[in-house]
């Protein structure tokens, strides 16, 4: 009977709809610890974060970060960021590691 197809397509469309939302949130869940686990990561690469880990960063008297001693010479003054400030430094000497 016409009532009965309906009311049995009723009963798929709605078993479907059922298995579609519970796709979609675990799509969501999915997703969502994707991005947390991006997060985390960029988090730790972060200047900030790696100053909170005792790690500093040197700069020069423009706000340059320096990479080497070979940007660096005596008499120059440099700013060290750490995590809870800054340091003016003046350099006395500089010294080059030397390969073995």
């Avoid at 078993?15 to 519970?22: A, G, I, N, P, V």
């Avoid at 675990?26 to 947390?36: C, W």
């Avoid at 690469?45 to 500093?56: A, D, I, K, T």
């Amino acid at each position: 009977s016409p009532g009965r197809d309906l009311e049995t397509q009723q009963h798929s469309l709605n078993l479907l709809q059922d298995r579609l939302t519970r796709s979609i949130g675990l799509l969501q869940i999915k997703l969502s610890d994707s991005v947390q686990q991006q997060m985390d990561l960029l988090d730790s690469l972060s200047p900030l974060s790696v100053l909170h880990r005792g790690y500093s960063v040197t700069l020069d008297n423009k706000g340059k970060s320096l990479r080497s001693v070979k940007e660096v010479h005596s008499g120059d003054k440099l700013q060290v960021r750490m995590e809870d400030g800054t340091l003016q430094t003046k350099v006395v000497s500089v010294k080059p590691k030397h390969p073995n």
